[in-house]
């Protein structure tokens, strides 16, 4: 089948322009100047399907680098399948992700990789990758990253954070990222100081501080920033690359703005949910209600400017990308197993279908422009993890994973109710039962979303099906150096 979109202003990293974009099959072959006979003046009348984006935003499909489907975490799991929340990033305009596969302590890392792929395939509805979780460094582990490479897999996280369950000491730390300098892999990290962190939530709890707005008062944000340092030092020891997740404290920020001006090869990833929700307003709100949004690492004080933070590092490029760490957890069953207990509340927020709408909220409010709208989403998570090319640009050759994006558009996110305060259904279409960005109004509107040149969502409505999404087998980074 061929596609023209038609009368769109094509938005990539470099720039935007109005242009016609003509797809055949899968692929992008074309940018037509309007008007132009180039192939032929009845090139409209010759495609199977003509697109109107007139007044809108045609930008290359986002790129989601940090989900967690299906994923086993505090005794129970994430409450997406790949199934819905695939389906999910197809309605927000991802058109790709790049999941975790798992390996915890004593198990191996080629069974954790198989478990994920057997979970994935034919289920999803967007194209998807893996990293690999190494949970335990040993001599198995590491020799198996030998052949991460070739199963497409050139990434792979660390943690400093959760004892007993993924952590890694400075020890694992070192030889994981020895081996990573030697096979040109991405080391991911979550920076926090675990066993610290244990230490204060035990202290918080003995003292009958149980409710969910100590989950951040136990992660401090001293507890970032020394592991940010410490994570920055062994790269620079071992030569690594080195990638933080899920940057939100405003020091983390600084400690990788340090390494990057003194020339280490080191990148940040921060999330929606650090750019507007807080410690104050969501974590403290009344009762229980604050463990909707636990997550880690936590929510930051607007008082002492973290959000902010985040912003100018997205501007000044001291940050490079943001991802959501897609971790859904219902709230009843879910985030209820910690009630008198903040310890036991299952850690993550859902977002993988507002990321593109919220961060273009920037671009509305001017903080970012619409070239560096689509680089943070869409094109730097393609360079960054071996896909760009393929993903993260509108151009002939790339895969037409393309979005219509109405600037005049709007966006209500949230559980509509009737006059009588009774839900009347929902405006997401994550598998959960809230939301953490209920109430936020976006000005902008996903309209159109193809995938390899197959419209999922289009008119309002969901065109899709499982077992659209194919496997991504990944180069390397384009930031290796």
């Not at 790049?98 to 954790?112: C, L, N, T, W």
């Not at 990788?256 to 090869?265: E, I, K, M, S």
Request: charged share 20%; net charge negative; proline share 4%.
């Amino acid at each position: 089948m061929t596609t023209l979109i038609k009368g769109g202003t094509v938005v990539n990293a470099t720039g935007a322009t109005t242009a016609d974009v003509l797809v055949d099959g899968e692929t992008i072959v074309a940018l037509l100047a309007p008007g132009s006979v180039a192939l032929g003046a009845d090139v409209e009348a010759r495609c199977d399907r003509v697109i109107d984006a007139t007044g809108k935003y045609v930008i290359p499909g986002g790129v989601d680098a940090h989900t967690h489907m299906e994923l086993p975490f505090g005794g129970t799991n994430s409450s997406d399948t790949f199934e819905t929340g695939t389906r999910a990033a197809a309605w927000g305009g991802t058109t790709s992700i790049i999941d975790f596969a798992v390996q915890r302590a004593g198990e191996r890392v080629e069974q954790g990789l198989e478990a994920w792929h057997n979970k994935a395939a034919s289920n999803c509805a967007v194209d998807y990758g893996f990293h690999q979780i190494i949970g335990g460094v040993d001599e198995f582990s590491l020799k198996a990253m030998e052949t991460f490479v070739a199963e497409g897999i050139t990434s792979y996280k660390l943690f400093m954070a959760y004892p007993g369950v993924f952590y890694s000491d400075d020890a694992q730390i070192l030889r994981a990222m020895q081996k990573a300098a030697d096979l040109g892999l991405m080391t991911m990290m979550h920076a926090e100081n675990g066993p610290a962190i244990d230490a204060l939530a035990e202290q918080l709890v003995e003292r009958g501080k149980v409710d969910p707005y100590y989950h951040g008062i136990a992660r401090a944000w001293q507890m970032e920033e020394e592991a940010t340092h410490r994570a920055i030092m062994l790269a620079d020891l071992t030569g690594a690359p080195l990638y933080v997740v899920h940057v939100s404290a405003k020091q983390a920020v600084e400690q990788l703005a340090w390494a990057r001006d003194r020339g280490q090869n080191v990148f940040g990833e921060t999330c929606p949910q650090y750019l507007y929700l807080s410690l104050e307003e969501q974590l403290g709100a009344p009762g229980f209600e604050g463990a909707k949004w636990v997550c880690s690492t936590p929510l930051r004080s607007r008082e002492e400017g973290h959000q902010e933070a985040m912003w100018q590092g997205l501007r000044t490029n001291d940050l490079q990308m943001v991802s959501t760490d897609h971790c859904p957890f219902c709230f009843k069953e879910q985030k209820e197993l910690g009630i008198g207990d903040f310890r036991s509340i299952p850690n993550g927020i859902g977002s993988i279908e507002h990321r593109m709408d919220l961060l273009y909220q920037g671009v509305v409010t001017g903080r970012l422009s619409l070239e560096r709208w689509v680089e943070l989403t869409s094109t730097t998570p393609a360079r960054m993890f071996g896909l760009y090319g393929k993903k993260g640009v509108v151009a002939p050759g790339a895969d037409a994973d393309l979005v219509v994006y109405d600037p005049n558009g709007h966006t209500s996110i949230g559980f509509p109710t009737d006059a009588d305060g009774n839900p009347t259904g929902r405006t997401h279409h994550m598998n959960m039962d809230h939301s953490a960005w209920e109430g936020f109004e976006i000005d902008g509107h996903v309209d159109t979303v193809l995938s390899r040149g197959t419209v999922l969502v289009d008119g309002g409505e969901y065109h899709g099906h499982p077992g659209h999404g194919e496997f991504l087998k990944r180069g390397l980074s384009q930031y290796l150096i």
